[in-house]
């Protein structure tokens, strides 16, 4: 572990955990986001797959082009309250405007890929289109297009890894299979195809994932105070050589 790494773990460990969005700060699990397709239509591996196939297609891009056409209406970390009554519900229109042009865009995609299985969403999948997933950011700081552009790919990639666990663990459950093909001769839960059933499995993962990460920062920051006292005693030995 580099010293400037160890450093931030200590005095800023809020600041080093939210850029890693696929497991220290995932969408899902730390921070509640995108559950309503999650837990009604993530019922098995291949629905999963097509949301995590439509996240991607719609996340970043939107982000990105939100972020281009609000930057004559930024928000700053220190504006008053009479900036943000004026320019929230422009920004708030863009995104949602920027995400339906998007999905507009997509869906022939999805379509190309999946065919009819798409029907089997509903009216969940053009929802995603006002998922606060995509468009929380009309609320926040103006941020520039390279940093909109990391953050949406680590986003999408967390929120693609729980969409495809919850999915297959589901189906496993309720049907005995993943993805189509045969593991058990029964089904442990059937409730799990429900959303009652997504719940409750949700708020499972989610604990044992919160108890996982915990667990983890515990470890980064014992790491991070070894090594910064190693390097400090590594600083004293070469200036007492060098003394010497």
Avoid at 137 to 148: C, D, I, N, S, V
Avoid at 204 to 221: I, N, P, S, T
Avoid at 239 to 244: I, L
Wanted: proline share 5%; net charge positive.
């Amino acid at each position: 572990m580099k010293q400037r790494k160890a450093e931030q773990i200590l005095t800023k460990p809020d600041q080093f955990t939210h850029r890693h969005r696929i497991f220290l700060n995932n969408p899902v699990m730390m921070q509640g986001m995108g559950l309503a397709p999650l837990v009604i239509l993530a019922t098995s591996g291949k629905n999963a797959l097509i949301l995590a196939a439509a996240a991607a297609l719609l996340l970043t891009p939107s982000r990105l082009l939100s972020c281009l056409l609000t930057r004559r209406l930024p928000l700053s970390e220190h504006g008053g309250v009479e900036e943000a009554e004026r320019r929230l519900l422009p920004r708030g229109l863009i995104y949602c405007l920027s995400a339906a042009v998007v999905y507009l865009a997509a869906y022939p995609l999805l379509e190309h890929w999946f065919g009819t299985d798409l029907l089997a969403l509903g009216i969940y999948l053009p929802l995603l289109t006002v998922e606060p997933l995509l468009i929380y950011r009309f609320g926040r700081a103006q941020e520039t297009l390279p940093k909109a552009f990391a953050k949406g790919l680590r986003t999408t990639v967390g929120y693609a890894l729980v969409l495809l666990l919850v999915g297959c663990v589901r189906e496993l459950l309720a049907a005995g299979t993943v993805f189509g093909a045969a593991l058990a001769d029964f089904a442990p839960l059937p409730m799990a195809s429900m959303p009652a059933g997504g719940f409750i499995l949700l708020g499972v993962l989610c604990a044992v994932w919160r108890a996982m990460v915990r667990k983890y920062k515990d470890f980064l920051v014992a790491e991070a105070r070894n090594q910064i006292l190693a390097n400090h005693q590594l600083a004293d030995h070469q200036k007492e050589a060098r003394e010497g």
